[in-house]
């Protein structure tokens, strides 16, 4: 086998290990202190709140609309309303503004 | 009618019932996938270790910079520790998502923890919020997103030289804009507004001074302190549920 075939197994090993590790760590554990209940519950909104706010400093006017109009449409409506409508606010935006 | 056919017709509902909760998923990653499968072939990857990737993998942008990576001739262990890296972020997930799964039988759960992305993650924290998750459920949400990510990448590595120009089409900002969903997806929750705040200002910092991939787990890691720092009562620990609703 190639080395390349050797990293892609490699990099295969290291992903599984973060997706399984905290959850092998955390059971060992027979009771959840409830600072890291708390903790844990903080986990979506902290992690997912990462992988929008940096994108918005390299974006520009179009993106900056289109999240917006996401963000509320996603207080009233589900997620595929809100996606759906931020992808059209951007692709027209994107039409005028580039 | 039979009980069995009642349960397998059940468990066939809860498995598209999660499909269909990742169609959006599918539109917002699937240009990823082909885009991927593409660099992956101009630096230098095989159609079949392309595909590779994405199947034992199974995780966008560690892929990207993986490959990034593998273009620029850089040592092996580096560019397995930037995988690495990029993904660490799905240790906090693992952590708190095992709750809603440790009911399962174990090679279940080993085959759950492989298809742990965001939005997987996502999904089956809220299932737990409301109630017990299902196996056949998460499996579904889960492969929805995997069959079309490794057929795509397929795609894109045999008939790279042909996607069309991406950007014009905004597909490189349709995920920031997915994954904003989720995050006001869990807007109901304790404490929401100030995490996302610690965490959105964390997440800039770190990416300015320390830089990507890090600025994903720094970000991450200020936002969950600020609810282990706090007294768990304001996080809604330790309150009774009836209590909680009586909180103005």
Known sequence: MSATFWIIIAGAVATYLTRVGGHLVISRFERIHPRVEAGLNAVPAAVLTTLVAPAMLDAGPAEWAAIVVAGLVALRGGLLSMFLAGAVVLSVARQFMA | MSVDAVSQRSEAGAFWRGARLSIPVIVASGPFAMLFGAIAVDNGFSVFEATLMSAAVFGGASQMVGIELFGHHVAPWLIVLSIFAVNFRHVLYSAAVGRHLAHWPLAQQAAAYFLLTDP????????????????????????????????????????????????????????????????????????????????AVASILAYKLVGSPWHVSLGALAGVALAVILPPHHSGVGVAETDIEKLP
């Open chain 2, 120 to 199: 997987q993650y996502a999904f089956a924290e809220s299932a737990g919020q409301k109630g017990k998750v299902s196996f056949v459920w998460y499996m579904g949400a889960a492969l929805a997103v995997y069959v079309p990510w490794v057929l795509l990448t397929a795609a894109g590595a045999l008939f790279g030289k042909l996607i069309p120009d991406t950007k014009a089409l905004g597909v490189d900002f349709l995920l920031p804009i997915y994954f904003l969903g989720l995050v006001m997806d869990f807007r109901k929750r304790p404490l929401w507004l100030p995490i996302v705040a610690v965490s």
